[in-house]
């Protein structure tokens, strides 16, 4: 019995001996398992400046090892198990001698969660421009030196500061260290400046993904804004200021504010619009823009793809021309072509063809004499209108003046409102935007050349008088006279001699007076006008640049039946009613509105059949503006030049020796007027044409004509 208890006492012994043991050695290697788990909290502490530092200060491993107090207090239990292997069959106490020491060893570690976090983040603020150290860097960078090369027109340095300065300059095109929508719009327009006939090289911008601090990205800031302002000015004054091509070209140009400009970037939806809507807004422009697309597109050739026209039914062959009265077998093939009624196998040019070939001369945009010569031939047969109506430079050249011509006109051209075209000798009277009425005109001969203008026609004169231009007086007349005392008054004009000494010279109303019947009145410094003319053959030819400058209409009394019903409307002026007031007084019939004058010269153009049409640089404009364009001067071309006043009124007095008088009939007539009408005809009657009036008003004794 005693060896029994013996027995159980020593089993006792030597199981909580073990235990005991066992209890030490788990206690002992915990601590060490734990701190292998987790980092300890003062590793992660600091918090690096960038993304690069931060990685470094939180380890992948601790990121996707971090565990919680309660993970941890089990966490060794599996090897305590193995080293706890023990023949006593009770396993539980073995788990519950693990129990609070594990949350006090694992407390710490709950800071490698917030130490991932930052890691993760993008580089702190610290590393981005403010927009704030920008706009200090354009407020010291628009006060320095260096900003009158950058802006180096005077009034847009004042426009710049003048819009920062007002929001405290702030910028427009940055925004957190790097360029904005709005820029990027602005660049992208201005790179494809070609499109509307400038050239992007002349509006340089920035490269934003170069600038880095706050002083590179306010300069790139300025030279933006630098660029803009000078497109908007090219766009709406022009590259080329018109006194750079001729002093007989005179517009008000208004070139845009540019704090205004940098505004309306500023608040624009799509800032690249904004800049286009600086382009002319008239339709012609648009219309030479889209040709321009067509044209490089097309490596410039000329409205492509081509239509080939139909071949005609019958051809006219070549030969001498056709006249009324004649019989000639051709006139067989021309009253087939032209359809005319009868015997079509008829050899004699009659009426009945003539009036068939007049109708087909209208049409056609020919000389209208009726009678049948090589040209109207040419068109019969399928040929091409006129031999002057093709470019005379490149035609992309001759588009892009043409567009830069544009850029001189004011934007509103008038509800009502007159284009005269001198190159294609044309006038046509517009109302709210649609043709009204269209008519050929005759123009200054390139010696005397129709000014570029524009204008307000006030008034027309029934029965006009006419005063000769001081320059015809001292120049032509005044010479003549001393070869002929009696040329003058052969020819139906009167001098009188002022007290002052001045020498006028006039011509009554009447039907020979060298401006016809009527005339339109619209004052301008270079004193033309439009009027009637006792010339008419004119008219029939294709090139008709043979006046002093002053413009002759076709059909005037027609025209004032037009213009008359625009301004005067339920009046009832008619072409009769005007007719009915000849007489040997003026009459003038002013307008309640005026009507604007439009002296346009345009060498390529758009007609309503949508072609591109070129004509004769007869005044040599063209020219002159792609020498601008591509020359020496091209860098200066938007820069204005002073030019000796023109003076068209100065009195002329009488010379020594001479007086204002009519003597014997010593009759020199034709020759006088062939040496002082360049060829004129030598009909008395006939010479006046050429002439011009002063802003209309014969009784103010004011000239006209250049």
Known sequence: MKSVRFDRLLASTALGLVLVLSSHAAMAQQPEKIENATPAPDTTAPVANDAAASSQATPAPATTETITPAEAAVTPAP?????????????????????????????????????????????????????????ERLRALIDAKSFDRIVSRKAERDGVEAFYKARDFAPIWVGNGAATDRAR??????????????????????????????????????????????????????????????????????????????????????AGAALDSYNPPQPQFAALRAKLAELRANGGAINKPAVAKPAPVVRIPDGSILRLGMRDDRVIALRKRLDVEGDKNNTLYDEAVREAVLAFQTESDIGVDGNVGPQTVRMLNGGEKRDVRGPSADPVDVVLVNMERWRWFARDLGDQHVIVNVPDYTLTLYNEGNVYWHTRIVVG????????????????????????????????????LREDPNALERIGLKMEQREDGTVRIYQPPGAANALGRIRFNFPNKFLVYQHDTPDKNLFNRDKRAFSHGCMRVQDPLVYGEKLLSLVRPGENYTRARLEKMFGGSEININFPKNIWVHMTYETAFVDAAGKLQFREDVYGRDARMIALMKGSERRVADVAVARPPISFSKPVRMPAGMHAGSGGGYNRGPNLFDWIFGGAQAQPQQMAPQQRNPRGASNQGRSSFR
């Open 79 to 135: 090897e305590l198990k193995q080293e706890a292997v023990a023949p006593a069959p009770q396993p539980a106490p073995v788990e519950a001698a693990v129990p609070a020491p594990a949350p006090t060893a694992v407390a710490p570690a709950a800071a490698p969660p917030v130490t991932t976090t930052i890691a993760a983040e993008p580089a702190p603020a610290a590393s981005v421009v403010a927009d704030s150290a920008v706009a």
């Open 445 to 480: 001969k390139p010696s005397q050349a129709t000014p570029m203008i524009s204008s307000e026609m006030k008034f027309i004169t029934v029965n006009p008088t006419w005063n000769v231009p001081p320059s015809i007086i001292e120049n032509e007349y005044l010479p003549a």
């Open 185 to 270: 719009s602005v660049t992208r327009y201005l790179e494809q400046a070609d499109a509307v006939g400038l050239e992007p090289d002349d509006y340089p911008t920035p490269d934003f993904a170069a600038a880095s601090t706050a002083d590179t990205l306010a300069d790139a800031e300025i030279r933006l804004t630098a660029a803009a302002l000078t497109f908007a000015r090219h766009a709406q004054t022009g590259r080329i200021h018109f006194s750079r091509v001729a002093n007989d070209i005179q517009f008000a140009v208004d070139a845009p504010n540019p704090a205004d400009v940098l505004a309306k970037l500023a608040t624009a939806t799509d």
